[in-house]
Each structure stands twice: as C-alpha cells, then as structure tokens.
Nanobody, 115 residues
Framework: QVRLVESGGGLVQPGGSLRLSCAAS?????????MDWYRQAPGKERELVAA??????NYQDSVKGRFTISRDNSKNTVYLQMNSLKPEDTAVYYC?????????WGQGTQVTVSS
C-alpha cells in the first residue's frame, strides 16, 4: 500500500507564494515513481499541473514560469513551489504517484488565492 500526504496549502493574496509538499510512504520505491501535481477547481475537472519523469519536468502552460516541481528522493517527497499566484490558481491540489503501473492519490490540499 502507498500513502501520499500533501501539506502546505492555505490562503494567500494574489502575487504571493506557497510551497506544497507531498510525502510518500509504504510499498513504493520513490526514485522509480513518476510524481505529478494535479488540481481541481470547483465545478471543473481535475487537471495536470506539473509532472516529473526522472530528471525531466513538464508544466501546464498556465503555470509555466510561475510553478516549479521538484523532488527529494532521500525524503520520499515531491514539492510544488508556486509563485506569482493568481485567483485562477484556486483549487484543491493533489499529489499523484505512478509506480509499477498503479496510480496513487493523496487527499488533497486547498489553495485559495484571494485578497
């Protein structure tokens, strides 16, 4: 069983920053897992925000230049640094791990960007 726990969400003003963390535990070799961040805004479908594939990263166009995904394999943790936040970034952010053909999700962390 694999467990993912997100943290770091909260309320921030437009233009502010937040860093999300996702810690993985259980039967996972973290360094071999593809780790992604998704988000889901009210009334919208869940969408991919940022992804890691080994040392490669990929971003949704709307967050390029503002968000950075990184991982620390020694801590089994993936991060999402979010800068220059906008109200449209408001959503529940989820961590996803793909490992040996299975997908695992965290419980999500709320990010609200509002003045």
């Amino acid at each position: 069983q694999v467990r993912l726990v997100e943290s770091g969400g909260g309320l921030v003003q437009p233009g502010g920053s937040l860093r999300l963390s996702c810690a993985a535990s259980g039967t996972i070799i973290f360094s071999m897992a593809n780790m992604d961040w998704y988000r889901q805004a009210p009334g919208k479908e869940r969408e991919l925000v940022a992804a890691t594939r080994g040392s490669n990263t990929n971003y949704q166009d709307s967050v390029k230049g503002r968000f950075t995904i990184s991982r620390d394999n020694s801590k089994n943790t993936v991060y999402l640094q979010m800068n220059s936040l906008k109200p449209e970034d408001t959503a529940v952010y989820y961590c996803n791990a793909e490992f040996l053909g299975d997908n695992y999700w965290g419980q999500g962390t709320q990010v609200t960007v509002s003045s």
